[in-house]
């Protein structure tokens, strides 16, 4: 669960879904289907896999999207688009943080026999992915804020 933090937005980016474009029926349905794939609570290697693979995709079809179709997305649509990927990257930044807790604390199976200067220089570069991470999301947050002004 996302914590509250500093590089959040003040937005409830789930809010803004109720005047945004919405998926044909069975585009809606395939969406529902991939979110229950993974449940609340439940965790395996392959749902970790899963969620994974499912960022990848979302994150290469936005990067791909803004490539060939940014004349096509009007000004007024990049607030949510923005304040969407500031959530997402305080989700990132809260879960880079908490690998790298859990290296620190060799709570992970098997980290026990794992050298003490290995696993600290991992967790010294996760945790310096932690706190930039931090500044992307705070520096999205600030376009978002910005753009929201903008268009209102």
Known sequence: ??????????????GLLDDAPQLDDDHQAVIDQLSSVLPDGATSPA???????????????LNT??????????LS????????????????????????AHTSARAFPGSAEAPADVLRAITDSLSA?????????AHLKEAHLRLHGLTQ
């Open 47 to 61: 749902l970790t896999v899963a969620a994974t693979f499912l960022l990848v995709i979302a994150a290469d079809y």
């Open 1 to 14: 669960m996302l914590q509250p933090a500093w590089y959040l937005s003040d937005t409830e980016w789930w």
């Open 77 to 100: 649509e990049l607030p949510r688009l923005l304040c969407g990927l500031n959530l997402a990257q305080a989700h990132l930044t809260q879960l880079i943080q908490r690998i790298a």
């Open 129 to 137: 992915a932690g706190a930039n991470s931090e500044l992307v999301a």
């Open 65 to 74: 999207t803004m490539g060939w179709a940014a004349k096509g997305i009007d």
